[in-house]
């Protein structure tokens, strides 16, 4: 995990909540960063920075129009940090994804 300085902080992350932190300057933080709270306001430029450049649709448009045709569902299994000790308890058992896989077929 990297440590991060950040000047004139006024949020600091709980798990899930979010506090108010007493500004004092200079603030090193060590954390996941996944709140929107962080960021909103450099809104415009992560998105420029991120978005696809040179898009060629044509070779694109296969693709799209094979997926407009079907019930198409796209399934992602995150693993990562979910694996740590701290989120077992959070993790919904494999059952319910088998169930969501069902339902949706």
Not at 30 to 36: G, L, Q, R, V
Not at 60 to 68: K, R
Not at 72 to 85: E, H, P, T
């Amino acid at each position: 995990m990297k440590s991060y300085l950040v000047l004139n902080l006024l949020m600091k992350e709980g798990f899930f909540t979010y506090h108010e932190a007493k500004n004092r300057g200079i603030l090193i933080m060590n954390d996941y960063f996944e709140s929107e709270i962080y960021f909103k306001d450099f809104k415009d430029e992560i998105i420029k920075q991120v978005a696809p450049r040179n898009l060629d649709i044509q070779k694109l448009q296969p693709l799209l129009e094979e997926i407009s045709k079907n019930n198409s569902v796209c399934i992602r299994v995150r693993g990562g940090d979910f694996l740590k000790d701290r989120f077992y308890e959070t993790m919904l058992p494999i059952d319910y994804q088998k169930e969501a896989i069902r339902f949706a077929n």
